[in-house]
């Protein structure tokens, strides 16, 4: 059953209730790690249809994931009911994309049972070009060839941007490559996922009729994380939100460490230079962290240029001292991390409430490796 109006707004804290109540116009909410953005997210939502009387199938509500686009559903019917939150549009980006381009490939030039390539296709399907292009795999790597693609297509360049842009030998074969991939992609009535983006920006800027279709369409335009958005996704946004220009906008410009696959923080640095009557609402009250972690947080972010102003702050204990231990490779830091799982297990603390955290797939092997040869049992979580 959905949740009454009353129920909704005492679950709030005063600035999450403050960007849930906000009447209309461009809204961006600065939340803060652990400030229950995604809460502020559906509540706004559920009152939106709730108490403000907005149709469902006028909200789009976008996010970054998969998973985070189905926990979003998942809370959206239970406040809204399933009919309700079944008629909004709450998906990634690419979801959103491909329903739209389903419906209208063929103002760009696409039939609508177009096929997606995955990265292992989008792969395979370069290296086909290189002989087309007389270029040398070993001498311009196809992974790294596929990421400059895949980069220009973010911010919405064609291999005739592209080649303008032009200053090495090795940019001049990444635009002929791309220029016969994009060749190959249409012969095969293809698109990878970057496509997805960039044809829909091209539909909906060059059609009016598809761009009012959906202005008209969805009244309410939702996007959480909005800090990790490319231009690609930026230009969505936009042109989805006129002319009501209800953008509500949910990141962190303090989160923002996806430049190295497309994302550009200025997107949100920006968004009051883009709406200038944007209201700004700060979650700063932090649920998940204790009050030390907030404070050492709070001093390395307070160094980052051009950031919006906030501090995170909590009403949990302080608890324990950060200890900070700097290694000199990752087989000392692999031992330090041993030494510290025996000693709690001397301790009496049970294997199964012991985690050992990594920046990256990689680092787990000089940890495997001594947790081996210490016979101390693991598992891996999301790895083989």
């Known amino acids: 059953m959905p949740h009454p109006p009353a129920r909704l707004l005492d679950a709030l804290n005063p600035p999450q209730r403050e960007a849930v109540l906000h009447e209309g116009g461009p809204l961006l909410v600065l ?4 400030s229950g953005k995604t809460r502020v997210l559906t509540h706004r939502i559920a009152h939106l249809v709730g108490e403000r009387g907005v149709s469902p199938h006028s ?3 976008i996010t970054f994931t998969n998973k985070a686009a189905g926990e979003m559903r998942e809370r959206l019917q239970q406040l809204v009911g399933p009919a309700a939150g079944r008629a909004l549009w709450a998906s ?21 049972d177009f096929s997606i390539l995955d990265d292992a296709d989008q792969l395979r399907l370069l290296k086909l070009c290189y002989d087309d292009v007389q270029a040398d795999p070993k001498r311009f790597a196809p992974r790294a060839m596929l ?26 074969v990444a635009v002929r490559l791309y220029e016969r991939y994009q060749d190959r992609l249409r012969l095969s009535q293809a698109m990878d996922f970057d496509d997805l983006l960039m044809l829909t920006v091209e539909l909906l800027e060059g059609s009016p009729e598809i761009r009012e279709r959906y202005q008209r369409r969805f ?21 989805l939100g006129e002319p009501q220009r209800n953008v509500c906008a949910v ?3 303090d989160q923002g460490i996806y430049s190295w696959r497309g994302a550009d923080v200025r997107n949100i640095l920006d968004f009051e230079r883009d709406y200038p ?7 700063e009250q932090n649920y998940r962290s204790s009050g030390v972690i907030l404070r050492a947080a709070n001093a390395v972010v307070s160094r980052n240029p051009g950031r919006h102003p906030k501090r995170l702050w909590t009403d949990k204990p302080d608890g324990e001292l950060i200890r900070l231990v700097a290694c000199r490779d990752e087989g000392e830091e692999a031992r330090m991390v041993r030494a510290e799982i025996e000693r709690a ?18 680092q787990s092997r000089a940890v495997e490796d001594v947790l081996v040869r210490s016979g101390i049992p693991y598992q891996v979580i999301g790895g083989p």
């Open 59 to 61: 909200i789009i509500a």
């Open 147 to 172: 990421g400059r693609i895949s980069d220009a297509k973010n911010r919405l360049l064609t291999p005739a941007d592209m080649a303008r842009e032009v200053g090495s030998f090795s940019d001049q």
């Open 345 to 362: 297990i001397e301790d009496g603390q049970p294997l199964a409430g012991i985690a050992v955290f990594y920046r990256t797939n990689a």
């Open 251 to 253: 990141g962190d410009d």
């Open 31 to 34: 939340a803060g790690a652990g």
């Open 92 to 112: 990634t980006f690419h979801s959103a994309c491909v329903r739209i381009l389903r419906r209208d490939a063929g103002e760009v030039g696409y039939e609508r």
């Open 277 to 283: 009557d944007a209201h700004v609402v700060a979650l």
């Open 219 to 239: 009244e309410h335009v939702l996007v959480d994380e909005y800090q990790d958005t490319n231009h690609a996704q930026y230009r969505i946004v936009r042109v």
